[in-house]
């Protein structure tokens, strides 16, 4: 299955840009005190601003919810009746036979092909 | 008094915030416009990767043609259009659209089988789902880019927030578009296959007395259910298409008199609800263009015969993409749903039991 890029990719680049704004913001401050120039304050206070959007859309990133499902297939034992799930192969067909049942050793059955929610 | 420096400055102002209100409407529309474009490119990359598919596929089963012979011919059919009838005269209308679409379906199948001579008549038909997949995408892009660029021609800040507050939503739908290209490359079940899907459990769990293909890809099943007459009609499966109801219940209606016909189908969700719960209810439970809704009804009116539904809720990306577990519990649930209503049933009765859906890996 081909998969759509996960949002995720971006939390490095976030967190390089966030520690670089505050790490210029604390620059521009520092020099605030050392020279007392206003134009070093209202600059630290604009790159602070800017460092605060950064995290808001980094939290929101982070919270992000991505729940990733794999393509499997329900096979189901016609003589003991048992189940077994398993990763979808490459021609499996809905109510053809499968897989030898582990309990019985009789052909399985396909009973459904879906996407299942992976375990983490 | 104002001395000369201070109306100069006022004026200084007024005229900069009056460059200003002009300044930031340009802006507006600069921001819009860019998100706009942004939206526009995602659906024509959706568009040209269903196109890809399309071709690729086609290609796999068009030897001894010539790939790119193949390859302009399906540029060609993704810009065919069906045509409405006209409604000056609603009279008659729905056979009229009826009869459109046959000969529109009829067409892209015979067209998309002579690019493929080697693929088999249920490779042909999920063969034409995906050049219908791009048909439709073309369609999505093409017309957005045709307001989009009005919009842009006339300035019409309007138009481009209007069409900014649809691109979401219409973002959407071409992921759930696309998301059935994989399913039909594969031939598996999607989520609107939940319907077929129910009417294929039941034939294997009750068995069958025969099966006949009274109408074009459509199967009329009679189960050999106990003491009554069970008439399940699904799309023929396994490849991708939906089956002609209304002309398959016609079928039936001509050798049995049903108490029932059910209706099994997909139903969107709304937000907050569960994907793969199912309800129960009224009437015919047909989407699309509601020619065999039509069909359906009238029959069901014209014999007095109850119409029930049963719903498998999901949503609109679930139904176009493969099929989710839920959907498929709630699949399960259907049946026993199903055998619920025919149990209801006064003993020697009949009824009809419809699968509706795409059957793309669903066979009979």
Redesign the interface.
């Known amino acids: ?2 998969k759509t890029p996960h949002p995720r990719r971006w939390v490095p680049t976030y967190i390089v840009l966030l520690t670089s704004l505050l790490v210029l913001s604390a620059a521009l401050v520092l020099q605030y005190f050392r020279t007392g120039s206003d134009s070093y304050l209202v600059s630290a206070g604009f790159i602070a601003l800017i460092a605060a959007y950064t995290a808001w859309s980094f939290a929101r990133l982070i919270t992000l919810k991505v729940i990733p ?1 794999s ?1 499997v297939t ?1 096979l189901r034992c016609p003589s003991c009746g048992n189940e077994v799930t398993r990763k ?1 192969r ?1 021609g ?4 053809s036979e499968s897989d030898q049942c582990p309990k019985c050793g009789s052909k399985m059955l396909t009973e ?6 992976e375990k983490r | 008094m104002m001395n000369g420096d201070t109306a100069t400055s006022m004026l200084l102002w007024i005229i900069a915030l009056f460059a200003l209100s002009f300044l930031m409407q340009e802006l507006q529309i600069y921001r819009i416009v860019t998100e706009v474009e942004n939206y526009l490119g995602i659906i024509r990359a959706a568009r040209e990767r269903a196109l890809l598919a399309a071709k690729e596929q086609v290609k796999r089963y068009s030897k001894p043609l010539n790939p790119e012979y193949v390859g302009m011919k399906i540029d060609k059919l993704i810009e065919t259009k069906i045509i409405a009838p006209t409604g000056l005269d609603p009279f008659g209308i729905v056979k009229k659209l009826k009869h459109v679409l046959l000969i529109g379906e009829r067409a892209l199948e015979s067209e998309v089988a002579s690019l493929a001579p080697a693929a088999s008549p249920h490779e042909v038909q999920n063969l034409v789902v995906l050049v219908d997949i791009a048909r439709s995408l073309n369609e999505i892009y093409k017309l957005l880019n045709h307001y989009y660029l009005i919009a842009r021609r006339f300035k019409s800040l309007w138009l481009l927030m209007q069409l900014n507050a649809a691109m979401p939503f219409i973002i959407e739908e071409v992921r759930a578009v696309e998301g059935a290209i994989e399913a039909f490359k594969k031939s598996i079940p999607i989520g609107d296959s939940a319907g077929p899907f129910v009417a294929a459990l039941l034939m294997r769990k009750h068995g069958v007395q025969y099966i006949v293909e009274p109408v074009k890809d459509t199967i009329v099943a009679k189960l050999a259910y106990s003491n009554k007459d069970v008439y399940v009609i699904k799309g023929k499966g396994p490849g991708g298409n939906t089956g002609h109801y209304d002309d398959a219940v016609a079928w039936v209606i001509q050798r049995a008199k049903p108490a029932v016909i059910i209706t099994v189908d997909a139903a969107l969700r709304y937000e907050g609800e569960v994907s793969g719960e199912v309800v129960h209810g009224f009437g015919v439970a047909i989407g699309g263009t509601g020619v065999e809704k039509y069909g359906i009804e009238e029959i069901a009116v014209k014999h007095s015969i109850p119409l029930y539904a049963v719903l498998i809720k999901m949503t609109e990306v679930e139904a176009l993409s493969v099929m989710t577990e839920e959907v498929y519990r709630g699949v399960r649930e259907g049946v026993a749903v199903v055998e619920e209503l025919l149990e209801s049933l006064p003993e020697g009765s009949s009824a009809i039991v419809v699968g509706v859906g795409n059957t793309v890996g669903v066979p009979p």
Request: proline residues 0%; hydrophobic residues 55%.
């Open positions: 299955m081909s499902r393509l329900l979808y490459e499996d067909m809905l109510f459904g092909i879906f996407l299942k929610e």
